[in-house]
Every structure is written in C-alpha cells, then in structure tokens.
C-alpha cells in the first residue's frame, strides 16, 4: 500500500504512516479534494468504483486523494487528476477543513482536506480502477440531490460542495 502524511489539528507533519493503518486508527493525516467546474457552472462528479476501500460506489467531487511524503498538495493533486480522470487544468486552492467520519467497514476518515477549484470543458477518461462513471451538474440540481438522496455522495463532498460554489 501506501504511506499518507499525519498532521496536527494545524496541518503541520508528524509522521507518516501506511494509508489503511491511518484509517484503522482514526489519525489525521493530510489529503486534498478537486472541484472542477465547465463554463456553464456546473460541477464535474465522479462516482467511485465499486472496489475503492470505502465509499465505493458513491457520487463525490472530481478527484480526490492523498499526497505523497515529500510531494506538495499541488503537485499531488495534479498527479491524482491525471491518473484518475485523465486529464489536467489550472488548479487553485480555496479553502481547508477537518472532518471526522467513521464508516460501516470499520474505517475512519479523519482528514485535513486541502480543496482546489479549475476549470475544464472536456470529458475526462476515466480509470476504471478508481471512477465507474461521471456527470456535470448544476447547483441547483445538486442543492435537491443532496437533500432527498444523501446516501448517493460521500460525507466529505457533502461537507464542501457549497462552498465551492461560493468560492468560484
């Protein structure tokens, strides 16, 4: 597996630790979270493969992930589009937050989300190992989709849509 970085509660490091692990026990670690956008406004979703350790099968963000020990947010979330969605564009960060979420599988998310915001009008090529499908939408649509059908997105996405749209 992989090696995720722990953070304290100011994103500072304090230690690296293999990524299952850190979700076993709860600890903070580093991630980041994309949001892109066409010019329509609306909001480009993924739906996680079925076989993702948790969450599979849900409507999220476009991209999200962890960075590496010694690779920079940014730099990690130009990777992680590229290998997810297959393809990349500017990216911007806008906001930070700290959640806590523990899952039916016994897993915790307990994570300091940096979240970047681009801009993109093309149709991604997913890898099916990570996203079985995606989806513009509008915020409209979203506002009604998140309130009747909760279950559809995961918890993080839920968290920070909003803002997003606010921000853009």
């Given at each position: 597996?992989?090696?995720?970085?722990?953070?304290?509660?100011?994103?500072?490091?304090?230690?690296?630790?293999?990524?299952?692990?850190?979700?076993?026990?709860?600890?903070?670690?580093?991630?980041?979270?994309?949001?892109?956008?066409?010019?329509?406004?609306?909001?480009?979703?993924?739906?996680?493969?079925?076989?993702?350790?948790?969450?599979?099968?849900?409507?999220?963000?476009?991209?999200?992930?962890?960075?590496?020990?010694?690779?920079?947010?940014?730099?990690?979330?130009?990777?992680?589009?590229?290998?997810?969605?297959?393809?990349?564009?500017?990216?911007?960060?806008?906001?930070?937050?700290?959640?806590?979420?523990k899952f039916d599988n016994?897993?915790?998310?307990?994570?300091?989300?940096?979240?970047?915001?681009?801009?993109?009008?093309?149709?991604?090529?997913?890898?099916?190992?990570?996203v079985s499908d995606w989806?513009?939408?509008?915020?409209?649509?979203?506002?009604?989709?998140?309130?009747?059908?909760?279950?559809k997105y995961t918890y993080?996405?839920?968290?920070?849509?909003?803002?997003?749209?606010?921000?853009?």
């Open positions: 597996m992989s090696d995720i970085i722990l953070v304290d509660e100011n994103d500072n490091q304090i230690g690296i630790m293999e990524k299952i692990e850190a979700h076993e026990k709860g600890l903070l670690h580093r991630c980041f979270s994309i949001f892109i956008l066409n010019s329509k406004g609306e909001m480009m979703l993924q739906k996680r493969a079925d076989g993702k350790y948790h969450c599979g099968g849900l409507w999220t963000n476009t991209c999200c992930s962890h960075p590496k020990p010694n690779e920079g947010n940014k730099e990690a979330a130009h990777r992680r589009l590229k290998e997810e969605m297959g393809f990349d564009c500017e990216l911007k960060e806008i906001f930070n937050f700290t959640y806590y979420k016994g897993l915790i998310e307990h994570e300091f989300d940096h979240v970047f915001i681009g801009n993109y009008d093309g149709d991604p090529e997913l890898n099916s190992d990570e989806q513009w939408v509008s915020p409209k649509y979203l506002d009604k989709d998140t309130d009747s059908n909760p279950n993080w996405f839920v968290l920070a849509y909003k803002r997003v749209f606010q921000n853009n």
